[in-house]
């Protein structure tokens, strides 16, 4: 059979249809069938690989180790490296850029071209990088890589294009930044200093231009030395000798003070008219003591002294509190005037930039903000307050407030649903900040015309669940969820063992929403689902709590000959059917033991709460500890609000609540679900080795990985972060690693539980880690008064299918491949005021797979997807009509059948960093791409597909990354993004007045290029550093031709620019020709009057 079913493989891999999968002539259990061709199913497939392409939309949440900071103040746009080679540039909301440096080296250092659309990027792998922001994805157009001398600090005077760049060995390089070609002109180090010094200074940590004269180059080395280099000269004109470190230095705007800052925890402020020492040293923090001795500090890593019109400098620093203070949080310093001001922080600070009003070093600062760059953090201080308060941050900097540990999203959700979730939360947002505008405000946005109600919902260690507006490539907050409030604190040592003590007991690992009915279930990693409702009123309530005992008896792996005396249901009217199983809701203490039996780990409220508007928890399902065991983890979980159940399962079974009735309706081990159609064979388990698995499934031994007992902890246990195990890991049990068929994934819907149906019925899917598919029929009365009081009644399972490898996803198309929706019931607030005369009553919709298909008769497909194969079904015949083998050499993590394009495909993530689409019902290959090259349980965890053509991972630990794969959605990219470039006009330089021009020395006269440029520089040497031309690439072609309006705007700027540069050169010239008359004039009658005169006459 397997033989013939390769043949056919073959042929149809090279038919021109390209379609890999094929009509079987096998049933899923492997006995030939007169299975329809695919023709019989008149399908018009209309998706083709052209419809998909691969790519980033956009990044959202705060950069991962974050290294670097750098702003604009012309255009008012922030960047922000990372350790990974990333940057993300930020301005107005909806402006937010992701870019990657191919190397992956960390940034050292951002410097923007001030107003020019550019950006210099120094990395870690000595290379500089010149990044063109004229497009809205930007691109690199040089790099320059220093072989021979490692970059420490780079300088880049405003309006100029010469790149100051020091090294670890104390030499400063200058780079042209037009052509990113290094001058001949260098400032070597033993130059520097003098050549009585025996001691190298050590690297280069600070350059900066005089603001008093442009010629002018400080230079701080790490020692404590600091020269103050003559461009022209190419000489000295002084050298200070510190015996402190320095970290960092910033000058008075007028270019006659500068401050430095120390590693003893110390400010200094040295003048030029005398630089043998310092005019003032000052320890902010650092009190004298009882002996006369001052505290030791800790570094002082960078210092800003900024000038104000309107009141005293500010000095601003981060560091330098004394050591004794143990526990103290990192601070930044404001001194201002006598106050000193002292902003204690959540994380370490990685670096700060105080903004300015004036882009020009030699004018009056006037700070008006600080960025401050925190390790896990952005905020922004307002200086303009004499309380200092933070600005609101419109970006999602928080979404790691709690790691992350599971992911959905929602494509085409309800309309109504964002706005009734914002303005609930709302009602919870913090106050306290200041009321002026962000000042991260450069760039423009406009929402554009491809947007539709989209919502990322994300799960947290701390049991906390975030729903967040997506829609227009944004990221907004909506509302927040605690899922904790339903339990009891836990107390130290209670109501766990020793052994699985949680350091999260209420961290999420899997949710499930329905947004028609806004019914939200909740998994949580101590073995708990929390099914809420949502109300838009506040309301008094008392959450139902059931109990199930769902544990593996040393019983249960059983022979064929036990099988047939194991009954796998007991009489369908029953809606208990395993008294045993089913728990009593008052929990009961351990045994005389002390061994913990039958109770949860988490002990829910058991009084009357009020609950706000918004989710309101109803009832909390909680496995129980059995022997001493703890209860296994759920595996997966499904709802259906119009039928009012909900499955889930783990590795040892499954159970089927009635949330409607608040009862336990199904608790049944996987293998008694199969009853006598097991399709393998067991052995039993030997009494001596009742710890060990003795299983014969030789077929799929493959398919079981022994898990760490480490790895069953929390999600955000640093040894489940690093190490990658499969999907299915969690069908193994972390205690006594005995193989268990776990329930892998769980589907209600209409369809036909046996051959023999003629109608749809509602149905249970359910699929295990051993590929095997079982139909669960179910008759659910439909009256809505008969459904609240008959039970709902369960009959003995139907269908079996198999595939290779976990089960991992089912979807359901009607014969002419439309997707069906499973039936839902409409939302209603059962917390309104109800009309006594017009009682509500459940509106359910139904999409029935027989109501649109009286032309191919009754019946619907089933798509089953696993860890490594896709079939397609037709029910009720359940004749496998196409199968495709998605890998071999890998396994499926993700598979969602999802819309896109007005028509349905599966899309699979695997373990090797694949994603594909295959059309549906054929299976044919429409994409693959290899996409992440490795991955870790963190992607895996969290990597969901949706409608649309859009796909999202947790990419870091702090950032979401949306990508699409529809070529739509790619096209339409470029407009949906932010421009971070907008044209404005510099701002002129304030005028100086006579007497500083004439005193100030010659500060405008300074031409660079006079003395950097090749003619007078010379060429650097060759095998210093290396040219290497941007890879700006077509993308960069595609954008410059979409941004050809904002070219023209541009162009038209430029030239009324050029014009007025015209006009004024004119003028200017007139006004040098007026001059040069009249000195040629003065001149004249001074020959005439000297004419005469003898020499000693003078």
Known sequence: MKKFRKVLDGLTTSSPGGTIGSPSCGSAAGTPTAAPTPKEIDVQETLVSENFQLCKTVRHGFPYQPTALAFDPVQKILAVGSRSGGIRILGRPGVDCYCQHESGAAVLQLQFLINEGALVTACADDTLHLWNLRQRRPAILHSLKFNRERITFCHLPFQSKWLYVGT????????????????????????????????????????????????????????????????????????????????????????????????????????????????????????????????????????????????????????????????????????????????????????????????????????????????????????????????????????????????????????????????????????????????????????????????????????????????????????????????????PGEGRAAELVEEDPFAVQMVSWCPQSRIFCVVGISAHIILYRFSKYDANTQIVSLEVRLQCESEDVISPSENENNPCFSDPGSHSPQPHHQHPASPSSGTPEGIKNSIPCLKVKDRVVRVPPGYQAELVIQLLWVDGEPPQQITSLDINSAYGLLAFGNCNGLAVVDYLQKTILLCMSTLDLYGPADPYQRLTRSPRRNRQSTSGLTELSDNQQSIDMERSKSPTSESRENSFSRSRSSSVSSIDRDTKEAITTLQFGESYGRKSDALPTPCLWVGTSLGVVLLIPMSIPTDQEERMEEPVTIGPSGAVLMLKGSVLRFGFLDCMGVLIQSPYEVWRDL???????????????????????????????????????????????????????????????????????????????????????????????????????????????????????????????????????????????????????????????????????????????????????????????????????????????????????????????????????????????????????????????????????????F
């Open 168 to 491: 670890e060995r104390g030499n400063t390089h200058i780079v042209n930044i037009e052509s990113f070609i290094l001058s001949g002109y260098v400032i070597m180090w033993n130059k520097a200093i003098e050549l009585s010094t025996k001691t190298h200074p050590g690297p280069v940590v600070h350059l900066s231009d005089s603001p008093k004269d442009e010629g002018k180059l400080l230079i701080g080395f790490e020692s404590g030395t600091i020269v103050q280099w003559d461009l022209r000269g190419k000489k000295a004109d002084f050298r200070i000798y510190y015996d402190e470190a320095i970290h960092s230095v910033s000058w008075h705007h007028e270019g006659k003070q500068f401050m430095c800052s120390h590693s003893d925890g110390s400010l200094t402020l040295w003048n030029l008219r005398n630089t043998t020492k310092p005019f003032q040293v000052t320890f902010p923090h650092g009190k004298i003591q009882k002996d006369g001795r001052k505290e030791s500090c800790k570094p002082i890593l960078k210092v800003e002294y900024k000038t104000s019109r309107s009141s005293e400098p500010f000095v601003i620093f981060s560091g330098g509190l004394s050591y004794d203070k143990a526990g103290r949080r990192p601070t930044l310093t404001i001194m201002h005037g006598k106050a000193i001001t002292v902003l204690e922080m959540d994380y370490p600070i990685v670096e700060f930039m105080v903004l300015c009003e004036t882009p020009y070093n030699n004018e009056v600062q006037e700070p008006y903000a600080v960025v401050v760059l925190l390790e896990k953090d952005l905020i922004v201080v307002d200086l303009t307050q004499s309380n200092f308060p933070v600005f609101e941050n419109p970006y999602p900097m928080d979404i790691h407030e709690s790691p992350v540990t599971c992911t959905a999203y929602f494509a085409d959700c309800p309309p109504d649903i964002i706005p009734i979730l914002y303005s609930i939360g709302a009602k919870h947002k913090k106050t306290g900040y200041s009321q002026k505008e962000w000042p991260i405000s450069g760039g423009t946005w406009t929402l554009g015309s491809h947007t539709y109600p989209e919502i990322i919902i994300t799960g947290h260690a701390d049991g906390s669940i975030k729903f967040w507006d997506a829609s227009a490539i944004t990221l907004q907050m909506l509302y927040k969820l605690k899922t904790s409030k339903v339990f009891e604190k836990p107390k």
């Open 831 to 1097: 917390n309104a005021s109800e009309d006594p005369d017009r009682p509500r009553r459940r509106k359910l919709v139904h999409f029935s797979p027989s109501s649109s298909q009286d032309a191919c008769g009754d019946g619907h497909l089933a798509v089953v997807c696993s860890e490594r194969q896709a079939k397609v079904f037709l029910m009720p015949s359940q004749s496998c009509l196409f199968v495709h083998n998605i890998t071999e050499s890998s396994f499926v993590l993700r598979a969602d059948v999802v819309s896109v394009c007005n028509s349905v495909s599966l899309a699979c993530f695997c373990a090797n960093g694949h994603v594909m689409t295959l059309s549906l019902p054929s299976l044919r290959p429409l994409m693959d791409v290899n996409y992440l090259p490795l991955t870790d349980m963190r992607i895996a965890r969290t990597f969901c597909f949706t409608n649309g053509g859009q796909a999202l991972y947790l990419s870091s630990p702090t950032e979401i990354q949306r990508i699409t794969y529809s070529q739509e959605m790619c096209d339409n990219l470029q407009e949906m993004l932010g421009e971070l470039f907008t044209p404005i006009e510099t701002p002129e330089a304030q005028n100086r007045g006579f007497l500083k021009g004439f005193f100030g020395g010659n500060a405008h006269t300074f031409d660079r290029e006079e003395l950097f440029g090749e003619a007078a520089a010379g060429k650097a040497s060759r095998s210093l550093a290396q040219h290497i031309p941007g890879q700006a690439g077509v993308e960069g072609m595609k954008v410059a031709a979409s941004g050809a309006v904002g070219e023209l705007a541009r162009a038209r700027i430029a030239l009324d620019e050029r014009g007025q540069r015209l006009g004024e050169l004119e003028e200017r010239t007139a006004l040098m020709m007026t001059s040069a008359e009249t000195f040629s004039k003065h001149a004249h009658e001074l020959m005439l009057k000297c004419k005469d005169k003898k020499w000693y006459q």
